[in-house]
């Protein structure tokens, strides 16, 4: 069974517009740990933000905000006035507490095109 | 800023042939691992390791697969005989050891293309 599920395979915006993606996960564990993860066109992953399953408070990084649901198991990613730049394959990834070498089970991945 | 490494970027090597696949982690983290990602698929677990040993392992990492940490710098992985479904980005990760049940998150290296032809 998919532990993390990315139901957007893909999305298309225009530059400066939001862009929302959707994350929903699946875990019997209280203590987890989700994160986001880009990967631009270079393959590379870069780490862009975690979360971990007691702190529900939603927040702001400059262009990127998050909210988390317990309640509905989401983990939504938002980026806020999309850039050129933003294009990539965003990933969500669970981490559980099982598991103290803390493994990560990703999911399918949303690709984002911003169009100039 | 301190980053993983991986060499090479691109491997293209024969069928049945072995292959060594080599990272640098970031110099503090103590936790290591390997994920592969076929292209256009998502990013899979293959081993975790701390403290000189395999940690978890799944599936895929069968027996044709092996993972050195010969001295306090680099992590290898090796695929003694590869097959045509090897083929893939193999990502080399390591993340720092968590205070009080924290977890930190893991710093990817750019990844090494393998080819099996």
């Known amino acids: 069974a998919q532990k993390v599920t990315q139901a957007q395979t893909e999305i298309s915006v225009v530059e400066k517009e939001d862009v929302t993606l959707d994350c929903v996960y699946e875990?019997?564990?209280?203590?987890?740990?989700l994160f986001w993860y880009k990967q631009p066109p270079s393959g590379e992953l870069v780490f862009l933000i975690r979360?971990?399953?007691?702190?529900?408070q939603n927040e702001i990084s400059g262009r990127y905000s998050w909210n988390f649901q317990k309640s509905t198991s989401s983990f939504n990613f938002t980026i806020t006035a999309s850039q050129v730049v933003d294009s990539a394959v965003y990933f969500c990834?669970?981490?559980?507490?099982?598991?103290?070498?803390?493994?990560?089970?990703f999911g399918a991945g949303t690709t984002v095109t911003v169009r100039a | 800023e301190p980053e993983v490494t991986q060499t090479p970027s691109h491997q293209v090597t024969q069928m049945g042939q072995e292959v060594i696949l080599r990272c640098v982690p970031i110099?503090?983290?103590?936790?290591f691992y390997w994920y592969r990602q076929i292209l256009g698929q998502k990013v899979e677990f293959l081993v975790s390791?701390?403290?000189?040993?395999?940690?978890?392992k799944s599936e895929i990492f069968d027996d044709q697969f092996s993972v050195e940490r010969p001295d306090g710098s680099n992590f290898t992985l090796k695929i003694r005989s590869t097959k045509l479904e090897d083929s893939a980005m193999y990502f080399c990760?390591?993340?720092?050891?968590?205070?009080?049940?924290?977890?930190?998150?893991?710093?990817f290296g750019p990844g090494t293309r393998l080819t099996v032809t």
């Open positions: 875990t019997r564990d209280t203590t987890y740990y």
């Open positions: 990760a390591s993340r720092k050891a968590g205070l009080a049940g924290v977890r930190y998150e893991q710093y």
């Open positions: 110099s503090n983290h103590l936790y």
């Open positions: 979360r971990n399953s007691f702190d529900e």
């Open positions: 390791f701390y403290n000189n040993e395999i940690s978890e």
């Open positions: 990834a669970l981490s559980e507490a099982d598991l103290d070498d803390y493994k990560l089970s």
